[in-house]
């Protein structure tokens, strides 16, 4: 071996026994709650055109079908009630309410490390959805999702560093009644991790019944005021232009009880909403912005999400079409009027019209999460996992989905340009006298975590050491990892004695650990 093949070796030991020792979460090269925005598909007019317009439908179009508890709510505080029923809102009316709204929310996990500041332009990327089947990625198949299914999901999530938060992906189908299902949702992704959890009330009656849930969770009302860990999506409108009625009291519950809320308006373009992604756009501005009007007419300043969320639609076939360039514009289009108006704002990226987690999975999912993180999305729901349009949940592409956002966060990280990036006194340090690379360097070790990410699944080694390793593939290294992941028991998982409590007041169906 010659001394140079003996240097180069020597440098390549260090620099993995430096990668093998953990930094300090504040030293990692990227993290929750990075700084994106840098991508802007809309100039300065388009948005102030974007905004006119939504402005312009809710003056003179507005919203029907309000329920009499939020018609009283919005006329106090200015809507104008027409014959035909819609509710309409002055553009005067809207300014008064965007300058009430929250701007600094925070959404708290269990664990205070996992708290989600959405102020300015952070990126947070986590899960959504309500797939109704599961993905076997063995056979090849799909069945039913399962409470089970919606537990593993939680504590996946709660041991990948890139997925920051889980909204419920996928619906309990073995739970026949639907309170039960909504109380066993909460109770198995509490049970499943300390990040901050997302779910979706069905029923206004099942509001209050979580919400004590909820307390006995946190340790009583007092506390769970004080860290509401678990926010309500409201599909608080139907698109084109209708609120949801059951959806919109049980938004004014959850408000009530200290819940922060997704305000979501998801419409088909060209189905429920236009056909062209600036009038998408458009209309779930003006949707969003009557939510804000009516979240803030209700209690001023409550932790609101802005969650404009219009999904693409193949004009040929009907179908969704999540995994597409104009999905992956829609967002970042919409990422981009949250921060016009200032808003913590949320839309869906990353998730696959791919039935499987395969190459066609593999650019659905990274294009859209890249252009949302790049866009400064503060809350990127559905960022990995999801399948078929959003019908199918896999387990798998989960955890693959953490190195893909991985890397999709060091886009958003950016190029820091300074004197010690430029690197020129490195450069005359090897150049001129020393030994002509920078492998092995104190400054490239010191520079190869904080700088770069690295795949835990995702394989970067030579043909000839992949034939040594027995030709690893990811969807069984993803397999492996997951059936690791869930052997261990549930750190999240609550105290016995606060566990049989909650079993003795609710009918709880996952079984104890």
């Not at 690893?472 to 566990?499: T, W």
């Given at each position: 071996m010659t001394q140079s093949s003996t240097r180069r070796s020597g440098g390549r030991s260090a620099r993995v026994r430096a990668r093998a020792s953990a930094l300090e979460s504040n030293e990692r090269p990227i993290f929750p709650g990075m700084t994106g925005g840098t991508y802007k598909p809309l100039s300065d007019h388009d948005v102030a055109q974007i905004n006119a317009a939504a402005l312009k439908a809710l003056d003179e179009i507005g919203l029907a079908d309000a329920p009499p508890s939020g018609i009283e709510i919005l006329t106090q505080a200015g809507a104008r009630l027409g014959d035909d029923g819609r509710l309409r809102f002055s553009p005067a009316l809207v300014e008064d309410m965007l300058a009430k709204a929250n701007r600094n929310v925070t959404l708290p996990g269990r664990d205070p490390s996992h708290d989600l500041d959405l102020s300015g332009q952070r990126v947070h990327y986590g899960t959504a959805g309500a797939a109704v089947h599961m993905v076997d990625v063995d056979g090849k198949t799909y069945r039913d999702s399962t409470l089970q299914d919606l537990y593993d999901a939680a504590r996946i999530t709660d041991q990948l560093e890139n997925i920051h938060f889980l909204q419920r992906p996928m619906v309990a189908r073995d739970i026949t009644d639907n309170l039960e299902m909504d109380l066993n949702t909460i109770y198995a992704s509490c049970s499943g991790t300390t990040k901050h959890i997302g779910t979706s009330f069905s029923d206004p009656a099942h509001v209050l019944p979580g919400l004590d849930l909820l307390h006995m969770i946190a340790g009583g009302e007092e506390a769970w005021r004080a860290r509401p860990f678990v926010s309500n999506s409201n599909c608080f409108v139907v698109p084109p232009m209708k609120f949801a009625t059951e959806s919109c009291e049980a938004m004014e519950l959850c408000i009530k009880g200290g819940m922060p809320v997704l305000l979501l308006s998801a419409g088909m373009s060209g189905a429920t909403a236009p056909a062209t992604i600036a009038g998408a756009i458009v209309q779930s501005v003006a949707e969003c912005l009557a939510g804000v009007v009516y979240v803030n007419a209700l209690a001023p300043g409550h932790p609101a999400i802005f969650g404009t969320w219009p999904f693409g639609l193949d004009l040929r076939t009907g179908a969704m079409t999540v995994g597409s360039g104009e999905q992956a514009l829609l967002t970042a289009g919409c990422a981009q009027m949250h921060n016009y108006y200032g808003l913590p704002g949320g839309a869906a990226a990353g998730a696959s019209d791919s039935k499987l987690p395969d190459m066609q999975a593999g650019w659905e999912q990274m294009c859209s999460n890249v252009m949302a993180g790049l866009s400064g999305l503060n809350m990127v729901y559905e960022a990995a996992g999801m399948h078929a349009s959003l019908l199918g949940f896999c387990h798998e592409s989960l955890i693959l989905g953490d190195d893909l956002i991985g890397q999709a966060q060091r886009c958003v990280r950016g190029i820091e340009v300074n004197d010690e990036t430029l690197a020129l006194g490195q450069m005359v340090e090897v150049c001129l006298g020393g030994e002509g690379h920078y492998l092995g360097t104190e400054r490239t070790l010191s520079h190869m975590q904080k700088d770069h990410v690295y795949p835990t699944l995702g394989d970067r080694t030579s043909p000839k050491e992949w034939d040594e390793k027995d030709k690893?593939?990811?969807?069984?290294?993803?397999?492996?990892?997951?059936?690791?992941?869930?052997?261990?028991?549930?750190?999240?998982?609550?105290?016995?004695?606060?566990?049989?409590?909650?079993?003795?007041?609710?009918?709880?169906?996952?079984?104890?650990?």
């Open positions: 690893p593939e990811l969807v069984p290294n993803a397999i492996r990892r997951k059936e690791q992941i869930l052997a261990e028991p549930s750190k999240a998982r609550l105290d016995p004695e606060r566990d049989q409590a909650i079993r003795a007041r609710f009918n709880i169906h996952l079984p104890r650990d």
